[in-house]
């Protein structure tokens, strides 16, 4: 992402390079999948870090692999849009268009399954904790911290993915891709966004010396939760 915006503010200097249109087209664009595919692989380690795989909606050995191959998937469609809109041909740059549209699309879909599939975990292990059961979901672990993170996260990747819909709909003269504001708001800032609520959450947990991790005494695999 930052290497697309330094290529939008080389091409401010340079508005009918091709390159620079390229970089910060392709770049800011797909970057989100990036941030997306650290929010699957989280929501499975954090299955198995609680030891309820029995509640997750789909396998847990298949969460990540499922999103993650399909975060790949939209990643490389709307990478290929981009390439294809770049070109001068106008009926060739309308396909880049509605290639990426398809893209975005999926991504949406894929990230609306990926919340109702933390949702519906979220609601089964809440059950089980008020039951009578056993639960053995290690002590200290701060899963409902950690989906909350998620929930945010996902909802601002995914509010953003909507504006770029909606700008592409509109087109090159649609009201989205004639002021360049948008772009800073409804993504450099969304993305920021992801990043420090991230990153706020890893630093909290790494300073209280919990991993995400399938048990208490296993090593460490990724940041705290």
């Keep these: 992402e930052t290497i697309g915006y330094i290529g939008r503010a080389i091409g401010h200097s340079q508005p009918k390079a091709l390159g620079p249109y390229l970089i910060q087209s392709l770049f800011v664009l797909v970057a989100p999948a990036l941030f997306a595919a650290t929010i699957y692989m989280t929501l499975g380690r954090l299955i198995r870090a609680a030891n309820s795989p029995n509640l997750s909606l789909i396998r847990v050995n298949w969460v990540t692999t499922c999103f993650v191959i399909g975060d790949v998937f939209t990643f490389f469609i709307q990478a290929g849009g981009g390439g294809i809109m770049a070109s001068t041909d106008p009926k060739k740059a309308k396909l880049g268009q509605n290639v990426i ?96 609520v991230w990153l706020a959450r890893c630093i909290v947990s790494l300073k209280r010396g919990k991993v995400l991790t399938g048990g208490a005494e296993r090593s460490t695999e990724l940041g705290g939760v």
């Design 101 to 196: 549209l398809g893209g975005l699309f999926l991504q949406i879909l894929i990230f609306g399954f990926f919340v109702l599939v933390a949702a519906i975990f979220h609601v089964r292990l809440r059950k089980q904790q008020k039951s009578s059961k056993t639960v053995e979901v290690p002590m200290g672990l701060e899963w409902q911290k950690t989906l909350a993170v998620l929930y945010v996260v996902s909802g601002l990747i995914m509010a953003r993915n909507i504006v770029r819909v909606v700008e592409f709909i509109g087109g090159r003269e649609g009201p989205l891709l004639t002021v360049e504001w948008t772009i800073y708001v409804f993504d450099a800032l969304f993305m920021a966004a992801t990043m420090a």
